[in-house]
């Protein structure tokens, strides 16, 4: 099979209830750039110094960017004096990933090039000190988090260097036709995503971001199976193994929390009444991006505000009196939400859109047990939703073959001492 490249970017638009249609990241037709989804917020960028490890040597004239910030660059060009750009992998608002060879360790990685502009030059510093937090807890990357190898300001352009990996399992969900994953594959990507992000939270980080998008298969090789009942050929992964990525929204517990995060379609209520957010939003994405994965297709597919809670109602229930009655927000009236569902949208997610109960494919205990832990997941109140802790611990999980079970590492990580880095950024 040819090799299949990373995704390192932000992804495209979905369908609820079926199949998203062709978003095809870093996929360049004629002179058209394919959009990427975007976070629906402004950049919230808060740099807490006046970082001056970074500064380097005047530009060179034969370093150029173009009209929108990104570096040009060809392949072939040697950048920092180390590494070989062999190919573009993809594109996004915040700049390029390019597949590159360290000259100096003789192995190929994907370096993350930011454009020279302001706002994403400070976004990339706050992902870089997000991954060198991991990376002090985690030298090893025993949590599954995506390695950084190594980060670099190249004329005004914030470079940081990844491990590769594979397809995204939203890449891979796309070019299998939407295909669900088999309930064991499911499980696996699970509870790996379960325990990468239960680390985030153990050193008080919420990553924010969490979407099929952002979970990469190590590699993404597969076998070719007959389906007699698609009556066609699909995909299997042969490896479920997986890394988190994406940090550059990732949020410590005594930072500034912006009002709103999170992509659209996996956004906690609390984040879109304005409540204010922590930990238990990640675990809110966590149950939506589980429902995708079984069955293909996105849970909440909308873009707006009161018909995104509108969905929540019909698929989960009532949204509790005390967040109605305490956001400030304009959807409520006398604790109950404004919607017409005489309108062409009430319409739509009438018909679209179902209680949660009704989406298993199967009656089986398997099947019953993943959707109590999305319950469990879903649920409104923060406090009320599952732990990550606890999630782990669920029934679903029981079935988990030996070999893929991961080891409590907390305590080991928390006695290690501190992992310097030749150079790092305040925070």
Known sequence: MASQEVNMLMPGNQVSWWPRQGWEPWVQRGNNVEPTRELDTKLDVTPESNDTSISESPRPPSVEDDEDGHLVYQSGDILANRYKVLATLGEGTFGKVVKVKDLQMDHVMALKIIKNVEKYREAAKLEINALEKIATKDPEGQHLCVKMLDWFNYHGHMCIAFEMLGLSVFDFLRDNSYQPYPLEHVRHIGYQLCYAVKFLHDNKLTHTDLKPENILFVDSDYETIYSSKKRRDIRRVKRTDIRLIDFGSATFDHEHHSTIVSTRHYR????????????????????CILFELYLGITLFQTHDNREHLAMMERILGTIPHR?????????????????????????????????????MLSDDEEHRQLFDLVQKMLEYEPSQRITLKDALAHSFFDALPAHQRLPDLRAAGDSQQSHERSHSLSR
């Open 323 to 359: 967040m109605a009655r305490k956001t400030k927000t304009k959807y409520f009236y006398h604790g109950k939400l404004e919607w017409d569902e005489k309108s062409s949208a009430g319409r739509y997610v009438r018909d679209n859109c179902k209680p949660l109960h009704r989406c």
């Open 268 to 287: 906690a209520p609390e984040v879109i009444l304005e409540l204010g957010w922590s930990q238990p939003c990640d675990v809110w994405s966590i149950g």
